[in-house]
């Protein structure tokens, strides 16, 4: 069995959610949702108590190509309730994250443990509609409980931490609360004093928020409502206004009129002084060509003029989504494409169609008659720098086209590059070139697909809806979190220690995904211990053998990154390291001793030393470079003698170094002075300084050093309660000193000075 000598730092993680067949490798959108990390000053609890630490979170970009391709094992969310005028079922409708918690909106009621299929499944625990997780680990958070009577489907999270909440509800907390409410981040309690709401006054049909953004210092609401409620006041709107983020409040001076149908997203451009508006409506203000997709001014609510009309494909029934990316809008709905627009002429660059063998943009072919769709496009998100949308299209299949000839059925067709590819679920692409970038999540199951997307500040990406699976046989909770590959180890380094002992340094991964709780290290493939530190000893090995040592990294969220590896030869030594030297023993008259003494030197390397009392064991104080220990188990009154040995890893121990003998003061604090230095002289000696000499001071316990005085202000102090000696090089040439020689011992204790001694630098 090899021997192992950890260096430990904080107390060790759980490892959990690690697949027992495999290890895994370890594994931002323009509002401030991953930027949140403090408490709103309206807010009467806020999020400044969550994990300490939170404001000092790194904000990593996601790269979708260095996201593995399979969720990863942690909570979700199940469950059902169905809602009048929600036509789409999803579980899952939005993300948000506030510090260190990860919140998901949905139509749910329950969350659950993922697990692996072949497994038991996890007991459901009932929390309905606003979940929050822990978003280094995934895990449930139990104490936020807020409860609504309807489904929760938009989030958004201000940069000053306020958690503002929208849907279908008309209770929250047991409250009368109609589609708004902000709520405390750490408990879900309701903020009082934000007064927003909606209402849909005169209709059976029932009001409700599909989105919430921030832009140029408003919160925009979008979705199915006619009445904007504060207090008493209800005010007109067109399924789509604007309030003051602190307390709700309504701006009557930005109402466009989104009529026919209601709203389903909205983009602020502050830039552009814009806002863009996607939906079922018919028409905005009555203008032709505001259809389904429109562009009003931030100032006013009005159309946006000098703008192209909103192209529709002949299928096109409404949009669903809009973002703004790379001076462009992103528009996607139903049905089946992303359409690519200039931000400021609204002329279509380029775009997308799922699910279908044919190139153009209207989606049917002429001769035939034939839809060729292959699921809506739900949700758009600029991301650091991709564009990425959530749609119901779920791979490739064969089809049989009007003609009998056998095709395969793609998942995404994109006009700008002519070309096809597999692409689906969550599509991320570039906002230059506009072309797909190397990712596809592997999921499963549901019917409704990809309604939500959000990044967290680990890098990881989120893709919600009615998934149940992922590719890898994980049944996972409406929506599946995807990180970033973890990077091995780096500067792994060997430092033998002697015949039988090697230490491990490392640095960090350049990467770690959602963080590391630990390091396991490998001694020729067996696991030997694991650490916190980034630093590790492995003992108990045979002299001139070569071996193999590897290090992995285990995340806070139980994956297990690659290992670095590097081999090193223990080499024989029986050569003990230098005697340690000026070993000093002092006590200030409480119940303790303080030792110190000079670093020893070896062939190899010392690991540490013995320190013995009364010539017996006392302590192992470990590293070269460490030279002080204190004796906290002394007896006032007593006297002791203490030596210290050095070792090296070979086990070879020094000789002893010299005693140092020291009597502990009986009856507490030491309050006598020592003697003054006797026979204290000094002289000038060219090319050296002014040089004073003095007899050793006596004292009851120990003198621990002399006080060097220049014309009366301190100037240097000589340590050692046998210093002798002192050199001023700092007087002038012709100048004229008086200097004077305190004692002083460990208590603070000094002597009277010596008579004063003139020195002139000649």
Avoid at 38 to 66: K, Y
Avoid at 303 to 319: G, I, K, L, R
Wanted: charged content about 15%; proline content about 6%.
């Amino acid at each position: 069995m090899l021997a192992v000598v950890a260096v430990l730092g904080a107390p060790l993680a759980e490892v959990t959610g690690v697949r027992p067949a495999t290890a895994g490798a370890l594994t931002r959108e323009a509002t401030s949702a991953r930027h949140a990390m403090t408490a709103s000053p309206a807010s009467t609890v806020g999020p400044d108590s969550l994990t300490a630490g939170a404001a000092a979170r790194v904000d990593r970009p996601v790269v979708p190509e260095n996201l593995e391709i399979y969720p990863l094992k942690g909570w979700g969310v199940v469950g059902y309730q169905e809602q009048v005028g929600v036509a789409n079922k999803p579980k899952v409708w939005d993300f948000a994250q506030i510090g260190d918690r990860l919140f998901v909106a949905g139509s749910f009621t329950g969350v659950q443990k993922n697990y692996w299929g072949n497994q038991p499944a996890p007991p459901v625990q009932p929390q309905s509609f606003l979940a929050a997780f822990d978003v280094d680990t995934n895990t449930w958070i139990s104490t936020f409980r807020p409860t609504f009577n309807a489904p929760v489907l938009a989030l958004e999270a201000t940069a000053d931490g306020r958690l503002l909440v929208g849907g279908a509800f008309t209770w929250v907390n047991g409250v009368m609360q109609g589609g708004l409410v902000e709520l405390d981040p750490r408990t879900g309690e309701t903020v009082r004093g934000f007064v927003g709401q909606v209402s849909n006054d005169g209709s059976t049909f029932p009001a409700m928020v599909r989105e919430l953004k921030l832009g140029g210092g408003w919160l925009y609401v979008a979705g199915d409502f006619n009445r904007i409620v504060n207090g008493p006041s209800r005010q007109r709107v067109y399924s789509v206004g604007r309030i003051r983020v602190g307390d709700g409040v309504f701006d009557p001076a930005w109402r466009p009129r989104a009529t026919g149908a209601g709203v389903n997203d909205v983009e602020p451009d502050p830039a552009r002084q814009r806002v863009y508006l996607a939906g079922n409506f018919t028409a905005v203000n009555g203008i032709p060509g505001t259809a389904y997709q429109a562009s009003v001014s931030m100032i006013d609510g009005l159309p946006t003029t000098n703008v192209a009309p909103f192209e529709q494909d002949s299928m096109q029934f409404f949009e669903i989504a809009v973002v703004l990316a790379g001076n462009k809008v992103w528009t996607g709905g139903s049905e089946h494409n992303v359409q690519v627009l200039d931000a400021g002429t609204r002329r279509r660059l380029d775009y997308y169609r799922t699910g279908s063998w044919f190139t153009g943009f209207t989606g049917i072919d002429s001769a035939t008659n034939t839809i060729f769709g292959g699921g809506d496009f739900q949700v758009l998100e600029s991301i650091d720098d991709f564009v990425i949308g959530g749609c119901h299209c779920f791979g490739p299949r064969n089809l049989t086209n009007p003609t009998g000839v056998t095709l395969q059925k793609k998942s995404l067709y994109w006009a700008g590059g002519n070309q096809f590819s597999g692409h689906r679920f969550a599509i991320a692409l570039d906002p230059v070139t506009n072309r797909p970038r190397n990712f596809i999540p592997r999921l499963a199951g549901g019917h409704y697909g990809t309604w939500a997307i959000k990044p967290d500040t680990n890098g990881c990406l989120y893709v919600g809806g009615d998934y149940t699976r992922g590719g890898n046989g994980l049944v996972i909770g409406g929506y599946g979190r995807f990180c970033p590959r973890a990077t091995a180890p780096e500067a792994l380094t060997t430092q033998v220690q002697g015949a039988r002992s090697v230490r491990l340094d490392w640095q960090r991964p350049a990467y770690g995904g959602s963080g590391i709780s630990r390091y396991r290290v490998f001694c020729d493939d067996v696991m030997v211990g694991e650490t916190t530190s980034q630093s590790f000893n492995v003992g108990d090995l045979t002299p001139q053998t070569t071996y193999r040592f590897s290090v992995a990294a285990v995340a806070t969220d139980g994956r297990v990154g690659p290992a670095a590896t590097v081999s090193a030869k223990v080499v024989g030594d029986n050569q003990p390291p230098s005697v340690p030297a000026g070993l000093s023993a002092t006590t200030g008259g409480a119940a303790n001793v303080s030792l110190r003494w000079l670093p020893s030197t070896d062939n190899v390397a010392v690991t540490g030393y013995l320190v013995r009392r009364n010539q017996q064991f006392l302590a192992f104080v470990q590293g070269a470079a460490t030279v002080t220990y204190t004796d906290a188990t002394v007896a006032a009154g007593s006297t002791y003698t203490y030596d210290v040995l050095a070792q090296d890893g070979s086990g070879n121990n020094s000789a002893p170094s010299d005693p140092a003998r020291v009597t502990v003061v009986s009856g507490g604090v030491d309050t006598v002075a020592p003697s003054v230095p006797g026979a204290a002289t000094g002289s000038y000696r060219a090319g050296s300084g002014a040089v004073l000499s003095w007899q050793p001071s006596t004292d009851n316990v120990a003198v621990t050093g002399y006080l060097v005085h220049r014309d009366y202000q301190f100037l240097a102090y000589a340590p050692g309660g046998t210093a002798t000696s002192f050199i001023d090089t700092s007087l002038a040439a012709g100048a004229t000193a008086s200097y004077q020689v305190r004692a002083q011992d460990a208590a603070g204790n000094n002597s009277t000075p010596t008579a004063l001694i003139r020195i002139t630098a000649r």
